[in-house]
């Protein structure tokens, strides 16, 4: 990502805290998704999958959503039930990791379910089951969407996100 995005996002992480600041970058992340001419069918702060998409050529996934300053990602017991879930509906099951970092951008991955332990997963691990050609429309949408929201998520926090996400399901929450 660039410089200015890396920034803003260093910027809302500071004021909301990591925790807020998690749920905050998978609402933008479901706005890019959005821009990537996706439907986000469900973006959940709690329980079960983070966010599912599908679109019209049939792709349907279900991701869950990791933010980290670290080389690892934690995952839990219901991070992969969740997906083991949304997958026996026919959605393709995947991890969207990022990296607060200068220059780092999503990491997306099909990693096989039966592969996830609960505990710690290297970012490094995710790297070699990337998804490229679903970074390469989520990634510049996802620093587009940022830059536009940015002063009023600075200002209004999760309830302009879930606000403007009810706009774009057309009021449908």
């Not at 300053?69 to 969740?82: L, M, Q, W």
């Not at 510049?140 to 774009?168: C, K, T």
Request: proline residues 5%; hydrophobic residues 40%.
């Amino acid at each position: 990502m660039k410089t200015r995005t890396f920034r803003y996002l260093q910027g809302l992480r500071e004021k909301y805290g990591p925790g807020i600041f998690g749920k905050i970058a998978q609402r933008l992340l479901a706005l890019a998704f959005y821009d990537a001419d996706f439907n986000v069918v469900a973006e959940r702060s709690v329980q079960g999958d983070d966010i599912a998409v599908a679109n019209s050529v049939g792709e349907k996934y279900a991701l869950e959503v990791k933010t980290t300053d670290k080389e690892t990602i934690p995952i839990s017991k219901g991070n992969i039930d969740a997906l083991k879930e949304r997958a026996s509906d026919g959605y393709l099951p995947l991890i969207a990791a990022l990296r607060i970092q200068l220059l780092e951008d999503w990491v997306v991955a099909n990693i096989p379910l039966s592969q996830l332990r609960p505990g710690t997963l290297p970012l490094s691990r995710l790297r070699a089951y990337r998804m490229r050609q679903l970074e390469g429309s989520i990634c510049p949408a996802f620093e587009a969407v940022v830059n536009q929201h940015f002063s009023d998520v600075l200002s209004g926090g999760e309830r302009y996100l879930i606000r403007v996400l009810d706009e774009r399901r057309g009021g449908k929450p």
